[in-house]
């Protein structure tokens, strides 16, 4: 059965979240992908469906870029995570797209290069 992984992104990083779900649709792909981006006003009702669908998760994949710093709804999605145990890995939008520090949110949190091996090797530690 496929892992379940939440990507938690920045939703200015929303183009990024499509290719990394267009990658995932290689029939290759040893996980499925469960996409909670914030489509309705910030509230605790979105929280506690967000907290439900993490949960239900293997793991939680984060793109992380210069935007993540400002991303409320994203550092809420790692903070969370952390919260309930789930493994979290991030990884590098792009080369040059690289915030100067990581927020607090992401202590703890390995960001990895953007490869198909990197996010198919931590996957299969699941």
């Not at 990658?23 to 979105?46: G, I, L, T, Y």
């Not at 789930?86 to 607090?104: E, K, M, V």
């Not at 960001?111 to 091996?117: D, M």
Request: contains cysteine.
């Amino acid at each position: 059965m496929p892992k379940r992984i939440f990507i938690s992104f920045a939703i200015e990083d929303k183009n990024l979240r499509d290719f990394l779900v267009g990658q995932a649709r290689n029939e290759h792909s040893p996980f499925e992908f469960v996409d909670m981006s914030v489509k309705e006003p910030w509230d605790s009702a979105w929280k506690t469906k967000c907290r439900t669908k993490i949960k239900g998760c293997d793991g939680v994949l984060a793109i992380v870029t210069k935007n993540t710093k400002k991303a409320d709804g994203q550092l809420w999605e790692i903070k969370c995570a952390k919260e309930e145990y789930i493994p979290t890995r991030g990884i590098w939008g792009s080369q040059d797209n690289r915030p100067a520090t990581l927020p607090s949110e992401f202590d703890g949190v390995r960001v990895v290069n953007w490869t198909w091996s990197n996010i198919t090797n931590w996957i299969n530690t699941l």
